[in-house]
């Protein structure tokens, strides 16, 4: 048995406490060691042995810590991920990774000269929803794909109280680089990089003066379309997943339960973690003659993002390929990088 990974989360607020902790504790091959808190100090209330830092700078003096878990603002991810790389440590960070190629490229060459690894924290791959999609995709029981789309939708009039998430001065800043990685890490996924992709932003809450509308166009080699947005403004949300192809249909609303059971306390241990409630079943519809059709609902496997962390154990302590590839996140910063209303 390999040792544990010595583990250092950046910031304890609501992602660290929800996405990260648990699952670090949770996980053998992980050891929750240190976090920062710059001013309110919570974590030792859930992980008493933990060590709390004042500073990242402290934190990245410990010579034990092995993987720093970059949790923080968007705009902070570039810089503090080439500090902790800089440091000796491994990084996983949260999306995007990068506001910029630019940026993406240099953390990857920093680590290759280091000998250390940049990992994605993508979570929304191991949601329940999406897993039952890929499996839907990858039985080809829809036959050749023609349209595709995907949705992450939300009813927020209100401006965000976090000003930095509203600046368009500040990097990744709107709606775009907010829940825009997750569902252009999906489609980028399934289906690779597009050959020409249309990007298009809009402003609608009042008083925004940051995208809270986004809309990709994904052209795919054999007439494949693959449309992917999100909305702060959409009051009755429409069905998250969507595909049409030439034997059948497949819908599915987005009904993964683990942030909810999480923010709730529950633990990713627990017997009923992850799965869906009823009611929340994909509907395929096949055409398997002309005339006839068979309607049936599936149910979605167990959200669990523990495999995420199972995926950065075997990429540090056995070189595994880790599954959000270095490529991935670059076509998804070019196409985050696409002025509006223009394409590649």
């Given amino acids: 048995m390999s040792s544990p990974i ?8 609501m992602s660290g406490r929800i996405f990260h902790a648990p699952f670090v504790q949770a996980h053998p091959g992980f050891q929750l060691r240190a976090v920062v808190e710059r001013s309110r100090k919570q974590a030792q209330q859930h992980y008493p042995t933990v060590t709390s830092y004042d500073s990242v700078a402290e934190l990245l003096a410990d010579p034990a810590l092995e993987l720093v878990i970059i949790n923080t603002p968007n705009d902070t991810h570039f810089a503090l ?25 240099e953390l990857l060459a920093l680590a ?5 690894h940049v990992l994605a924290y993508q979570n929304r791959r191991w949601d329940s929803d999406f897993q039952l999609v890929r499996q839907v995709v990858e039985s080809r029981q829809l036959g050749k794909l023609t349209e595709v789309h995907f949705r992450f939708d939300r009813y927020k009039t209100a401006l965000n109280t976090k000003t930095f998430k509203e600046d368009p001065a500040v990097p990744g800043s709107g709606l775009s680089f907010d829940l825009g990685p997750h569902v252009l890490d999906q489609a980028l996924s399934l289906f690779g990089r597009p050959e020409q992709t249309r990007f298009t932003r809009a402003r609608h809450r009042p008083g ?28 009755a949300p429409v069905p998250a997943y969507v595909l049409h192809g030439t034997l059948g249909s497949f819908q599915k609303s ?16 627990a017997a009923t973690y992850g799965h869906e409630p009823a009611g929340q079943e994909g509907t395929l519809t096949l055409v398997p003659a002309p005339g006839e059709t068979r309607v049936s609902h599936l149910t979605a496997p167990q959200g669990q993002y523990q495999g995420l962390f199972d995926a950065v154990h075997q990429t540090i302590r056995h070189g595994q390929p880790f599954p959000v590839r270095a490529e991935e996140l670059r076509w ?13």
């Fill in 332 to 344: 998804q910063l070019e196409i985050l990088q696409l002025p509006t209303h223009k394409q590649f």
């Fill in 208 to 235: 925004s003066r940051v995208d809270d509308y986004f809309h990709a166009h994904l052209q795919y080699p054999q007439g494949l379309n693959v449309f992917v947005a999100g909305s702060l403004l959409t009051a």
């Fill in 81 to 105: 991920a080439r500090q902790a790389l800089q440091a000796g440590k491994h990084v996983l960070i949260e999306k995007p990774v990068a506001t910029t190629v630019a940026e993406l490229d």
């Fill in 254 to 269: 987005r009904a993964d339960v683990q942030e909810t059971q999480l923010d709730q306390g529950q633990l990713p241990t």
């Fill in 6 to 13: 010595q583990t250092g989360l950046l910031a304890y607020g």
């Fill in 112 to 116: 290759a000269a280091q000998n250390r």
